[in-house]
């Protein structure tokens, strides 16, 4: 893509993760969504509760599906912390802090019940917060601070409420590294 870039806009990238220019997020997600550049975010609170959100309904992906804490696209040039900064207080009206990528590869590829498809690179952070979510309506209808225990016990028993990424990734850091993550796959685990 050549002239000005898009404020709102994805990174595009190679099966190598790459960087081979932008496109605006309103035309890319679609039944051939291009591979293209995302994160997730785990959002902790000091008593070691995860924060689950469940999709606005108005949601072009996954309406009304229970998900990790919050999701989203870094724009060109911005480093992985501010744009995790930037979703947490767009979507949540929450800041983070101790923002650290877990699992720096995450990739998937999934097909929502409209034919729409995610196709994302996707690293997965772990964050923390001392406020209290402020949902944006736009994009969370509803929230749940959980015991991770919980997380993977949902993850076992009912996939299917859970948006296919979350699932995906939740197994993942079951299988991390326990130096990596500290320890928190196996309470993921449950």
């Not at 207080?89 to 877990?102: D, K, N, P, Q, Y």
């Amino acid at each position: 893509m050549s002239g000005p870039v898009p404020l709102d806009h994805v990174i595009l990238v190679d099966d190598d993760a790459r960087p081979l220019g932008v496109a605006p997020r309103a035309t890319v997600h679609s039944r051939s969504t291009p591979l293209h550049l995302a994160f997730s975010c785990y959002l902790f609170r000091d008593d070691g509760r995860v924060l689950l959100t469940r999709r606005a309904l108005t949601k072009r992906t996954w309406p009304g599906v229970w998900t990790n804490s919050f999701c989203g696209h870094p724009r060109s040039g911005e480093s992985p912390a501010d744009a995790v900064d930037r979703h947490a207080r767009h979507e949540l009206g929450l800041a983070v802090h101790g923002v650290r990528v877990i699992l720096p590869r995450f990739r998937y590829r999934a097909v929502d019940a409209a034919g729409i498809v995610e196709n994302e690179v996707c690293p997965v952070y772990f964050a923390f917060t001392d406020d209290e979510p402020e949902p944006n309506p736009d994009e969370v209808m509803d929230q749940r601070w959980v015991d991770p225990e919980e997380l993977g016990r949902l993850v076992v028993v009912a996939p299917w409420a859970l948006s296919p990424w979350a699932v995906e990734q939740v197994h993942a850091l079951a299988a991390a590294d326990d130096a990596v993550t500290g320890g928190l796959e196996t309470e993921l685990a449950g």
